[in-house]
């Protein structure tokens, strides 16, 4: 994870992918072994940030919600339900996806 110690991020147990201390990622989710979850952010339930993918800020991404490819999503952004935001999008600010 870039510009974060060692000491403050670990590898989550089911993916592998790295998680800022700061954030949390429930053991039912999961985060592949290129993607990061850092800041304050909440990855919940069966969620699944792969490949290239960050989660970061205050974002929240619960459900059966995927996130992968490139995409970011950052500040007080939601990604829920069955959602699925991939590529090189950006769901930021307070932006709500779901579906």
């Not at 829920?80 to 999008?89: D, E, H, L, W």
């Amino acid at each position: 994870m870039k510009n974060i110690k060692a000491e403050e991020q670990h590898q989550h147990k089911n993916g592998g992918g790295w998680v800022a201390n700061t954030a949390f990622v429930a053991d039912s989710a999961y985060v592949g072994p290129d993607a990061q979850v850092f800041g304050d952010a909440l990855v919940l339930e069966n969620a699944r940030v792969l490949e290239n993918a960050r989660v970061s800020g205050h974002a929240l991404v619960l459900g059966h919600a995927q996130v992968f490819g490139h995409a970011r999503v950052l500040g007080h952004a939601l990604v829920s339900g069955r959602a699925r935001v991939s590529g090189y999008a950006q769901v930021s600010e307070n932006a709500r996806v779901y579906k």
